[in-house]
Every structure is written in structure tokens, then in C-alpha cells.
């Protein structure tokens, strides 16, 4: 994140670029990644086009940054549902965490790796490559968590690691998708609830 907070020397920036990327981000998140035009990012940043050329690069740069930056902020909660001590309360932690990041008040609905790479064109190829790479490194840090459960017992003998994840996963993206189309917090969290409803006991 360095790299979006360098100005040349002796020419001050003269914006936030932490607060032109969040921007960035929440216009990516609503819009995806071909439906955000550089009109709409930069308006929404308060900036040039040059000076969102020189900030952060091209539009795919800046969206590389963008996803970072939701990777740090509104996704945190798969490195803190990741920690936590059980692969219960693992699964738990990732789909409420899935529930309340699709929700949050004055963002937009959905996440940002689903919705970015949606109905995406052969101009958004690498944004909807990046996202996919991005989701399937997040079902192998479940699946690599998960298979030390089963190691430590946490799970019973012939559990298999990389479907619970898989299954995880797939519940974590259909409840982006429905966020997306305005289904409630409390609904989906319901959602959440049911899929655990038959985790396998240790």
C-alpha cells in the first residue's frame, strides 16, 4: 500500500489518497469492475485522471489496490474466523463474518469479490481472474485450517477438509449474491445458522 502514498518530489498530491482509493473501492464494490468507467472512479475520488494515472496506476492497478484495501477492511473477518480456536466456530465466524460484511450500513450490499467479477466481459478478464484467484486462496487457507482439525481431532476420521471448505465457501458467495439482491441481514443470517445446523460432531 506504499505505492499510493508517494508524490513526486516538490509536488504535493493535494488529496487524500487513502480516502480516493476507499472511494475506489466502494465504486468497484457497487459496480464492478467494467461497470465502473474511469468517469465514476475519479469522480467519486475527487481527482484527475492524471491524477489517479500517477497515484495508482492504470484502472486494473487501481483495482488491484482496491481489492487490497477490502481485503484489510470490510474482509478482516476471514483472518480473525481463521484464528479462531475450533473448525466450528471457524465456519461460524466466516459466515457471520460473510453475513455482516454483505450488510453493512451505507456500503454497498454484497462483496466486492463477487460482485466485482460479475457478468464480466473479456475486458474485465484479468479483474475476474484476480477475484477468482483471490476466492480460491481463501477456500485454501479454510481447507488447509480445516484439515488441521481433522488432525487434531477436531473433526471426525474420514472428514474431508477440501469439502467442507468448498461448502463453506459456496454458502459464504450465495449469501453475497443475495445480499446483493436485498435480501436482510436477519434472513441471511438465518442462512448462515441452517448451513451449520448439521456440522459434524468432533
Aim: hydrophobic share 40%; aromatic share 6%.
Amino acid at each position: 500500500m506504499d505505492d499510493t502514498r508517494r508524490s513526486p518530489i516538490g509536488r504535493p498530491r493535494g488529496f487524500d489518497a487513502d480516502q480516493a482509493l476507499e472511494r475506489a473501492m466502494r465504486v468497484f464494490w457497487e459496480q464492478g469492475y467494467e461497470g465502473a468507467s474511469l468517469a465514476d472512479l475519479t469522480a467519486a475520488m475527487g481527482i484527475t485522471k492524471t491524477s489517479m494515472y500517477a497515484a495508482f496506476g492504470n484502472k486494473e492497478e487501481l483495482f488491484r489496490k482496491a481489492v487490497k484495501r477490502y481485503e484489510e477492511g470490510p474482509a478482516a473477518y476471514v483472518a480473525c474466523a481463521l484464528a479462531k480456536p475450533t473448525a466450528r466456530e471457524v465456519a461460524t465466524a466466516f459466515l457471520t463474518g460473510s453475513v455482516t460484511a454483505s450488510t453493512l450500513p451505507d456500503s454497498p450490499a454484497g462483496c466486492l469479490s463477487v460482485q466485482g467479477s460479475l457478468a464480466a466481459g473479456e475486458t474485465g478478464r484479468t479483474a475476474r481472474e484476480l477475484l477468482t484467484d483471490w476466492r480460491n486462496h481463501g477456500r485454501a487457507l479454510l481447507r488447509d485450517r480445516f484439515q488441521r482439525a481433522l488432525d487434531d481431532g477436531d473433526l471426525p476420521a474420514g472428514s474431508d477438509p477440501a469439502l467442507i471448505a468448498r461448502y463453506v465457501m459456496t454458502i459464504a458467495n450465495g449469501i453475497a449474491v443475495q445480499a446483493a439482491g436485498g435480501t436482510t441481514r436477519d434472513e441471511l443470517q438465518e442462512v448462515a445458522t441452517a448451513a451449520l445446523r448439521h456440522w459434524p460432531p468432533a
